[in-house]
């Protein structure tokens, strides 16, 4: 359809207008920014912002706790992501399998969680990980799980609790999308349940894994308020345990300019990976 | 057999998502003193009032201005947001226009980018304008959500006939009135899921009024929890507060998700698929 140029505008403008000024604005302006460095003449001399070119982003590359707490989180990823989408992928097929009573309350029960705040989660955790007031005394009192090995995983455990539900509901939604006829050949065939969900549903649902997958990917690369909060838990979390707390803890010092050089190579480094992860994906399913 | 295995499964899940929800029910239920020396997952005196009211009058009442905070910028945000990401998608996905593609695919560029990423330049450009520190400064980059708009587009794709819009046309009806009188209509099963999606990305935006805000009254909730969480070590009578404050900010939440969950999966399955 052709429209009248006064109601386009009166559509997109509104909605045009906050996305360049507090979605792409920021982008160029982190750019921009990540291109100058401050000078001084002498020790106490005022400070002059001037073009610095690459300078901080040999910093960045040059920066060794960054990229450690890159391969943190990929690592977390690797091992977190995987199993919470697997978790979800089971639970979301047992509700289909028709073995199970009581679906409506389960399926409100998984949910729950989702519905705490990543903030509010991670201090509830971090109480329950507490060798003196944790309820499960007999695993916190044999086992730190708040000590540097293991913290990563406590982590993961409560990014887990909160978004397994939440990525359930999504698998659910597509596998109740299934039409029913589908199943015939496989009923006629005398396909059990599990051969059924491994045969036909998984692949049918698989659009929906993988865009589980991608928040996922975003969502581990920019794990922030819960090794945030724990800080104050564990003295194993450092100040540049993951990129965003780089980030954080450089713009306080405050370095705005290594700051934004380090966003935009996370900015950067999160596109690619779910680009390459969708692209790859794709690529499977055309086989 | 068969179906042993299933319920024991979804026994354990249910034990795993709900135990965490019980814990901090029981514990924001008792007093200090209690909280260390009596059974965690199980009531002694049942303090949960005396809590609440040592909850609501600290420092002034600041935890209910914090969530009255959270509130606004959330709900409102989110309502905004919808309401902009509709209409851009509805255009996007009804009308043919030059650039139409290129807008939509710039858009959805900003899908990837992740939220976190703009919060530090978003502070500096802010502060040019001497604005951090300000309610707008969280309020007005949190109604922008590309998302909203990829998903509207395919809602309008899908919900809103061509032939409806044309016949409105016939019968007098501006394009501005149609839309908020037809196709939003038509959408809003859609819309709600949009907003749901946009309620929770601003509730869990943690960095943004972290770097923004300094001045206390302007917190939301979350941070204004994660602040005191901060302080337990030097102020211990700031633990029970800091665990009724956070049974009292998910509440509400639990309960509206609850409600609204059929237009989770409802919306979420004709997103997914696509």
Not at chain 2, 139 to 160: D, E, H
Not at chain 2, 225 to 233: G, R
Request: net charge positive; glycine share 8%; charged share 10%.
């Amino acid at each position: 359809m052709r429209a009248p140029k006064k109601a386009l505008l009166f559509f997109i403008l509104p909605f045009g207008l906050l996305f360049t000024a507090f979605y792409l604005a920021p982008i160029l302006y982190a750019i921009k920014q990540s291109l100058y460095r401050v000078e001084r003449t002498g020790t106490f001399g005022p400070a002059v912002e001037v073009f610095g070119g690459l300078t901080q982003y040999q910093r960045v590359f040059a920066d060794g706790p960054f990229w450690e707490s890159i391969g943190r989180v990929l690592l977390f990823g690797v091992v977190q992501v995987p199993v919470m989408l697997g978790l979800a992928l089971l639970l979301a097929l047992l509700l289909d399998s028709g073995l199970v009573k009581g679906r409506r309350f389960f399926r409100l029960a998984f949910f729950v969680p989702y519905a705490v705040p990543g903030v509010v989660a991670a201090i509830m955790w971090g109480f329950l990980y507490s060798p003196s007031l944790s309820p499960f005394d007999a695993v916190t009192g044999n086992v730190d799980l708040l000590s540097a090995d293991l913290v990563l995983w406590s982590m993961a455990n409560v990014v887990t609790w909160v978004y397994v539900g939440y990525n359930m509901l999504i698998i659910y939604s597509s596998l109740l999308a299934i039409p029913q006829e589908v199943y015939e050949a496989a009923r006629i065939d005398g396909a059990g349940a599990i051969r059924t969900a491994w045969a036909i549903k998984i692949p049918l649902v698989m659009p929906a894994i993988v865009l589980t997958t991608v928040f996922s990917i975003i969502g581990t690369l920019q794990l922030l308020a819960e090794p945030q909060v724990f800080r104050t838990f564990s003295s194993a979390v450092s100040s540049t345990y993951t990129p965003n707390l780089t980030v954080y803890s450089t713009s306080s010092i405050p370095n705005f300019h290594l700051a934004a050089a380090f966003s935009v190579v996370l900015a950067l480094a999160t596109c690619l990976l779910s680009f390459a992860f969708l692209k790859v994906t794709q690529r499977g399913g055309d086989k | 057999m068969k179906r042993v295995t299933p319920m024991v499964v979804m026994g354990a899940a249910t034990f795993y998502f709900l135990i965490p929800i019980w814990w901090l029910f029981v514990a924001a239920s008792k007093s200090r003193s209690e909280f260390t020396g009596t059974t965690p997952l199980w009531f002694a005196d049942f303090a949960l009032t005396d809590n609440l009211g040592e909850l609501f009058a600290y420092r002034d009442g600041v935890f209910l201005r914090w969530m009255l905070n959270s509130v606004v910028y959330t709900g409102g945000a989110a309502l905004l947001g919808t309401i902009l990401a509709a209409m851009c998608g509805y255009a996007l996905a009804k009308y043919r226009f030059r650039g139409r593609e290129a807008i939509f695919n710039v858009i959805l560029g900003g899908v990837l980018v992740p939220a976190t990423a703009l919060a530090l330049p978003l502070f500096l450009i802010f502060s040019r304008f001497e604005a951090t520190n300000t309610f707008w400064s969280v309020f007005l980059p949190s109604l922008v959500n590309p998302f909203g708009v990829y998903l509207a587009r395919i809602y309008a794709g899908a919900s809103v006939p061509d032939e409806l819009l044309e016949a409105s046309r016939l019968d007098g009806s501006g394009e501005i009135r149609t839309f908020f009188t037809i196709s939003s209509r038509l959408m809003f099963p859609a819309l709600v899921t949009i907003f749901l999606f946009h309620f929770v990305a601003v509730w869990n935006n943690f960095l943004l009024p972290l770097i923004m805000l300094g001045e206390e009254r302007l917190f939301p909730v979350t941070l204004g929890l994660y602040t005191w969480n901060t302080q337990v070590n030097q102020l211990p009578e700031l633990r029970m507060l800091v665990l009724t404050g956070a049974l009292v900010s998910i509440v509400p939440l639990v309960i509206a998700f609850l409600l609204l969950q059929r237009f989770w999966r409802n919306g979420l399955g004709s997103g997914a698929i696509k």
